[in-house]
């Protein structure tokens, strides 16, 4: 290949140009052989799927003729009406063997597998008028039965003269002869006969999907190998490739991906030209991005005016504060808008933004404090149980006695305050239980604190409460 005399360096284009077109023929030879793998793999899934379908239609059959002897025997040995429910219940809506038989016709009816199914199937039926008799003849020997209440598979059994001649109870009675058909070698012979023809048509179905399997299998292993062929090929086409362009162009592609993946800057230096101006300008919009990101995410959760955590910061800890011992304490301040009318909006801020540092200063820094509405505060204590109630109280004591000191610019203020803890429900309910103890405090004066576990701050904090809102 020609080299460029300017760089030196051989001409990526007409290389390109050569080995992707060699790339391109053998890709093209690799859909071809993949497509027909796809096919052949297909045609093996179905018949293993087919395989499957057909043994558990099988199995049903032969599960649904066990379930059927297992509950008449159970019926004519206990005389339990839920047994021959049960029974009936699987012969007439349940109805697996019907549905084995079915999923197995889709394969092989017509042959003669099918057929010997077939047999075990009108065998299990012919069983079935042996049930029959057995469950009416232990029917009979009931006192007190409606039988217009039974199935019409019962009722219309017709015992022989030599049958209802028998006592009810006793030795050779109906019930012992009802069991006896049950039991019986007889019956025992059929059912080994109908689970026999079960098993020749299992053995002969696998046999016959396993023959067909290994064919398609051999098929499939010959266009893998064909395909490898070409991947190597492929392999090697694309890895001479990489090898000539790789100190140009992939080495500091892949390593810019690599740091793009992990949010760093790129290295400016090394690579072509076009490489230098990607990651320049890379850099100054991942620089802009990243201050952009911390901004928005700061204010999506925090307050402007006070700094701390606003409504949406509250949302995003409450569920979990509610499952827990934790606290949740809700603030209001007294008379705020008094204080905004009298003393204008700029004083409010300020008090707003005193009461902030209180609470800040107040708690400890990794409980959250909140600002969720114009005067109103929450602050979510971690590991904070009804035992910190006493500790509560002296914090919110020492804010209300510092927010009562005025300053030149700062009127005095006072604060409201409710508590609940969690562990009682959701966070929704743990901040109903602490507004209803703020609304306990405001309704009584306000400047105090209810805590949701029956204590008050001095004075009655029940006060004005209508009777079904005082907590007991």
Request: net charge negative; with cysteine; charged share 30%.
């Amino acid at each position: 290949m020609k080299k460029d005399r300017a760089t030196g360096g051989i001409r990526l284009r007409i290389m390109n140009y050569v080995l992707g077109g060699l790339t391109l023929a053998m890709a093209i030879a690799m859909l071809v052989t993949t497509f027909l793998a796809v096919i052949g793999y297909n045609s093996l899934r179905r018949t293993s799927e087919a395989f499957f379908e057909c043994r558990d239609g099988a199995e049903r059959i032969q599960d649904a003729s066990d379930y059927l002897t297992e509950h008449v025997r159970y019926y004519v040995g206990s005389g339990m009406r839920q047994y021959l429910d049960d029974y009936f219940r699987e012969a007439n809506e349940t109805r697996r063997r019907e549905k084995g038989l079915a999923a197995l016709e889709k394969h092989f009816a017509g042959t003669e597998l099918y057929e010997d199914l077939e047999r075990a199937f009108e065998g299990s039926y012919a069983l079935m008028q042996t049930e029959y008799y057995a469950m009416r003849l232990r029917l009979e020997a009931s006192a007190d039965v409606d039988l217009s209440e039974y199935p019409v598979e019962v009722r219309g059994v017709v015992l022989s003269p030599e049958d209802l001649a028998r006592n009810p109870d006793g030795e050779g009675g109906m019930i012992d002869h009802s069991r006896e058909l049950v039991y019986d070698e007889e019956y025992e012979e059929r059912k080994a006969e109908i689970t026999g023809q079960v098993d020749k048509c299992l053995k002969g179905l696998e046999d016959h999907l396993k023959q067909r399997q290994e064919r398609q299998a051999r098929q499939l292993r010959t266009l893998v190998v064909v395909e490898q062929v070409l991947i190597v090929h492929v392999v090697a086409a694309v890895a001479l490739l990489v090898v000539l362009t790789s100190l140009k162009v992939f080495h500091p592609l892949i390593r810019a991906e690599r740091l793009i993946r992990n949010e760093k800057q790129l290295p400016e230096d090394g690579g072509s030209y076009e490489y230098r101006f990607f990651a320049g300008t890379y850099n100054r919009m991942f620089e802009a991005s990243r201050e952009s990101r911390e901004q928005l995410a700061f204010k999506a959760s925090h307050d402007y005016l006070t700094g701390i955590f606003n409504r949406s910061g509250l949302d995003r800890y409450l569920d979990r504060a509610a499952e827990g011992r934790n606290a949740l304490v809700l603030v209001d301040l007294d008379g705020f808008k008094k204080v905004n009318d009298t003393y204008g909006h700029d004083a409010g801020d300020r008090i707003l933004q005193r009461l902030s540092e209180k609470l800040s200063a107040a708690f400890r820094s990794g409980d959250r404090i909140c600002r969720i509405g114009g005067d109103e505060f929450a602050v979510i204590m971690w590991n904070a149980g009804v035992e910190s109630g006493e500790m509560i109280r002296e914090k919110i004591a020492t804010i209300n006695s510092e927010m009562h000191l005025s300053t030149d610019e700062i009127p005095a203020a006072s604060i409201s305050v409710g508590v609940a803890f969690g562990g009682e429900g959701t966070g929704r309910d743990l901040f109903r239980h602490a507004d209803r103890e703020l609304y306990r405090v405001k309704r009584s004066g306000g400047g105090g604190i209810s805590i949701r576990d029956g204590s008050q701050e001095e004075g009655n904090a029940n006060e004005g409460l209508p009777e079904d809102e005082i907590e007991k």
